[in-house]
């Protein structure tokens, strides 16, 4: 069963960046296609970012032009680059294996003055 570790969350100001890291046990994670959601306070889990296990990209409407999804497959980690963050995307956020259906523990980020 793969593990994965998220890291790199807290508090931001509006308008201000954070990365998120996710690292993947196992020694398979190359070939995995993977994904960010986020869960805001009262609200359901949502898709944020996508990354195939070729690099292809997908994103919410409402992240475009401001978060990028990357992937290091030598490092076994997926990151979620959050560049003007809102006050609204404050939240928990996971890192998702989807054909493995694993999921990490969250990474709270806050976004407020």
């Known amino acids: 069963q793969v593990q994965l570790v998220e890291s790199g969350g807290g508090l931001v100001q509006p308008g201000g960046s954070l990365r998120l890291s996710c690292l993947a046990s196992?020694?398979?994670?190359?070939?995995?296609?993977m994904g960010w959601y986020r869960q805001a306070p009262g609200k359901q889990r949502e898709l944020v970012a996508t990354?195939?296990?070729?690099?292809?990209?997908n994103y919410a409407d409402s992240v475009k032009g401001r978060f990028t999804i990357s992937r290091d497959n030598a490092k076994s980690t997926v990151y979620l680059q959050m560049n003007s963050l809102k006050p609204e995307e404050t939240g928990v956020y996971y890192c998702?294996?989807?054909?493995?259906?694993?999921w990490g523990q969250g990474a709270q980020v806050t976004v407020s003055t």
């Open positions: 998702n294996q989807r054909a493995t259906n694993a």
């Open positions: 196992g020694s398979a994670f190359r070939l995995f296609d």
């Open positions: 990354i195939t296990f070729l690099g292809k990209t």
